[in-house]
């Protein structure tokens, strides 16, 4: 099968950004020129302009040319997110990824926190502590759980966390609904101390142990979740 000349626009800037050529943020040459240099029409450059902006790779700015993005989260996020509801995704499902996410984390969480990222957390938690309003305490909760996520410093694992971010604070919020009506604030306030001091003492074992015991109480709130 002939391929399509377009493709050779997006061949040719996915090679550019892996020679390190083109970078976040970086301007693109102008139609005009990858035509030339391509050897193919304006119109063909443009057509994979259009699909590599619908992928969010790149964004167009009206009279100021095309750059690479920078804003990765929103490149995957909206496509993994349309398939998964496409195929009747649970929360359930998104609850056991997260489980999985977070206790496969651990070795290089306690390895790579700083003690300022660990203060980060810190001040997360003493903000849920003092807070009583049912949204925030959601958004708090999120910014906990997704923090730690990002302490691997593993690139691809927190791409991937990115690109699901909007599924994964979905899940945090129905989760956390339940289980404040099932065990109250108390419950929730204990669990993620539990979480912090194993953080604070950089204890593997510690932080496995409470993570897992955070899920089982979210398993147990929501038997039926889908």
């Given amino acids: 099968m002939e391929e399509r000349k377009f493709h050779k626009l997006i061949k040719?800037?996915?090679?550019?950004?892996?020679?390190?050529?083109?970078?976040?943020?970086?301007?693109?040459?102008?139609?005009?020129?990858?035509?030339e240099n391509l050897n193919i029409g304006?119109?063909?450059v443009r057509e994979g302009i259009k699909i590599l902006e619908i992928i969010g790779?790149?964004?167009?700015k009206r009279g100021g040319g095309n750059y690479i993005t920078n804003d990765f989260k929103n490149m995957l996020c909206s496509p993994l997110s349309l398939a998964f509801e496409l195929q009747k995704g649970k929360i359930k499902d998104v609850i056991e990824l997260r489980k999985m996410l977070e206790l496969s984390n651990v070795e290089f969480m306690v390895k790579r926190v700083t003690l300022e990222e660990i203060q980060e957390v810190e001040k997360i938690y003493e903000m849920m502590l003092n807070c009583n309003e049912i949204g925030k305490l959601a958004d708090l909760d999120r910014d906990f759980h997704l923090l730690m996520m990002s302490f691997s410093k593993n690139i691809l694992l927190t791409t991937i966390i990115s690109a699901i971010s909007e599924l994964l604070e979905e899940s945090m919020t129905a989760s956390r609904d339940m289980v404040l009506e099932k065990f109250g604030k108390g419950k929730i306030d204990s669990d993620h101390k539990m979480i912090l001091e194993a953080l604070k003492n950089r204890?593997?074992?510690?932080?496995?142990?409470?993570?897992?015991?955070?899920?089982?109480?979210?398993?147990?709130?929501?038997?039926?979740?889908?």
Avoid: M, V
């Fill in 12 to 35: 040719y800037i996915k090679q550019e950004i892996k020679s390190g050529n083109l970078k976040n943020g970086s301007q693109i040459y102008p139609e005009r020129t990858l035509a």
């Fill in 42 to 44: 304006r119109s063909s």
């Fill in 57 to 60: 790779l790149i964004e167009s």
């Fill in 203 to 226: 204890d593997e074992e510690g932080l496995k142990n409470s993570l897992s015991t955070h899920f089982d109480n979210i398993d147990k709130s929501l038997p039926n979740l889908d």
